[in-house]
């Protein structure tokens, strides 16, 4: 009896510490995203969501700022100076605008497929 429940223990240990990927499905860490493409831009929030800008097809959407979500800090976001303003997209909300210097950029949350 001993030996099952270890068993166990130790199978719900190794599958909780499994996180999707690339081909996986689910969110992406900025480790994942940053080991698929070094040069990524992106945006990590506080939560651990991250966010990377490059999508043509995002660029081609007309949306529409919604609420704020959070001003950047040093170290959130690669190409982005600290100070820059991220509102969701009342569109699709897993859209973030980024907006700095009268310059708008837009990143989509990072996902596996």
């Known amino acids: ?8 223990l130790v199978a719900i240990f190794l599958l ?12 992406l ?8 493409n ?3 831009d ?11 800008h490059g999508t043509e097809w995002i660029e081609e959407k007309s949306l529409t700022k919604a609420k704020k979500i959070t001003t950047v800090e040093k170290g959130m976001a690669s190409d982005l100076p600290a100070g820059t303003i991220l509102y969701e997209s009342e569109e699709i909300p897993a859209i973030l605008i980024a907006e700095y ?5 837009r990143y989509h949350l990072a996902m596996g497929e």
Do not use: H, W
């Not at 009896?1 to 166990?8: A, E």
């Not at 992106?42 to 990377?52: A, F, P």
């Not at 210097?101 to 950029?105: A, G, N």
């Open 1 to 8: 009896m001993k030996g099952i429940i270890t068993g166990m």
């Open 16 to 27: 909780s510490a499994c996180t999707p990927g690339a081909g996986e499905g689910g969110l």
């Open 29 to 36: 860490s900025l480790r994942q995203v940053l080991s698929m």
């Open 38 to 40: 070094p040069d990524a």
């Open 42 to 52: 992106y945006v990590e929030l506080k939560n651990g969501e991250v966010y990377t």
């Open 101 to 105: 210097e009268e310059i708008e950029k």
